[in-house]
């Protein structure tokens, strides 16, 4: 019998890929931030996650991204943003939300190349308020946050009137889009014969779901957006306007370039993402 566990993050931004697995037959759906999915994975926890790009390129065990959905922008992102008292090219200490180490490399990376900076990074509990070891930051001078919160938690415009929006920062660096995170599983596990079909058949599904889901992102907006508790024409303008959810050619050289500046940063291995296609891809007919 079929059965699967995908672990994934229960944000306004995942709902497009992950409504309706939890009414699928075999399939369990798990949920973590997204900084503890691609550890589930590499540890058996789960069999496929929605998992960081970042953690994929520097987890213990290797990684193969699946190209079923992905959470990406084409220009601003809205929900990953960087405030500062002070203009960004003063910045001297960021206080990151650990929710997504994907988001903490860009940021590393695109204030070093747009700014020539090089500022410590201090994790940061942003729902609580709270830095390492306990002490209480309330609102820093530099705060990275991501996700839902950055609308529904969002800091006083008063106290930041300095911001980055990563994503757009990213496309006019760069020209390209950006991808936060896309399905990942292990590489060993994908390339077994015995687990390799059930993943395949898995990753079908995920290919499936998110083409269905974004035939009815209305219905979603209306029926999902209250639960997270974002404004509807909010919600419809994040998920229709600023958001990416498929793979594309553009999409895979993004995640390549992005990797090559976070390895040359020390922040993961030096080559390049390993997709579930690739021998497909490059086969000659």
Sequence with gaps: MFSVRIAAVRYLNTVPLIEGLDKTAGVRVQTAVPSKIAGMVATGEADIGLASIIDAASSSVGMTLIPAGMIGCDGPTLTVRLYSRTPINQVRTVHADTDSRTSVALCRV???????LLPEFVSFDARERVADGGQEANWPDAMLLIGDKVVTDSPPAVRYPHQMDLG????????????????????????????????????????????????????????????????????????TEHLRFCVGDREREAVNLFLSHAARADLCRPEPARWSDDHARTAVP
């Design 110 to 116: 695109l204030l070093d190349m747009v700014h020539g």
């Design 168 to 239: 757009s920062a990213w496309k006019e660096l760069t020209g390209l889009p950006f991808v936060y995170a896309t399905w990942m599983c292990r590489s060993d596990a994908w390339d077994d014969p015995d687990s390799g079909p059930r993943l395949r058949t898995a990753a079908a599904l995920l290919d499936r779901q998110v083409r269905h889901n974004l035939t009815r992102l209305d219905w979603i907006i209306a029926n999902r957006s209250a639960d997270h508790r974002w404004p509807a024409d909010l919600a419809r303008s994040y998920l």
